[in-house]
């Protein structure tokens, strides 16, 4: 379920280039449950967030009200299964702007070796770069799409909330 950011949504991209990272991953660790428990330094530079500000909250800090719901639905279920999930991600920054990354995420087991099986997942590790300009235009209309017909949805079951009501007129 997407929350309201907890940041007023800018409609402007940053690149990793606008933030001297061309050539730099953004890296995060989590545990079973999404917390984040690593974030470089690199990925507090692109999120305007400190270290304090993110060890402790939910990877959904991040999380702009854009993105479809379906595909961390499908993130979820790919690396809870301990397949490697690969993906287009829009994020929010803490300034409101946004960005966006390909991840790759893998399940982690204790001895920080790729699990095998569901229950040696002990947390999980992402690692971030900026895609091409022609892939960010491709999701770009794919998520568009999708999102709108999630919000869409939710509207004929009456569970469109104010915010996302704005959203929904917008896209």
């Known amino acids: 379920m997407v929350k309201k950011p907890d940041?007023?949504?800018?409609?402007?991209?940053?690149?990793?280039?606008?933030?001297?990272?061309?050539?730099?991953a953004l890296?995060?660790?989590t545990n079973k449950r999404g917390i984040i428990t690593f974030a470089s330094r690199a990925y507090r530079s692109m999120t305007k967030?400190?270290?304090?500000?993110?060890?402790?909250?939910?990877?959904?800090?991040?999380?702009?009200?854009?993105?479809?719901e379906t595909a961390f639905k499908e993130m979820w279920d790919t690396i809870l299964s301990c397949k490697r999930w690969v993906g287009f991600v829009k994020n929010l920054r803490k300034d409101g702007k946004y960005y966006w990354?390909?991840?790759?995420?893998?399940?982690?087991?204790?001895?920080?070796?790729?699990?095998?099986?569901?229950?040696e997942i002990d947390s999980f590790v992402a690692?971030?770069?900026?895609?091409?300009?022609k892939d960010i235009e491709k999701v770009k209309k794919d998520y568009?799409?999708?999102r709108k017909a999630e919000l869409l949805e939710k509207k004929k079951k009456g569970f469109?909330?104010?915010?996302?009501?704005?959203?929904?007129?917008?896209?």
């Open 127 to 133: 690692i971030r770069r900026e895609p091409s300009r």
């Open 49 to 68: 967030y400190s270290k304090e500000e993110l060890i402790g909250k939910s990877h959904n800090v991040v999380r702009h009200p854009c993105m479809p």
């Open 101 to 119: 990354v390909i991840v790759k995420i893998e399940a982690v087991d204790k001895n920080g070796d790729i699990a095998t099986s569901p229950d």
């Open 27 to 29: 890296i995060t660790k």
């Open 144 to 146: 568009k799409i999708m």
């Open 7 to 24: 940041v007023k949504v800018i409609d402007e991209e940053i690149t990793f280039e606008d933030e001297g990272l061309d050539a730099k």
């Open 160 to 171: 469109l909330k104010d915010w996302e009501l704005e959203l929904f007129e917008k896209l």
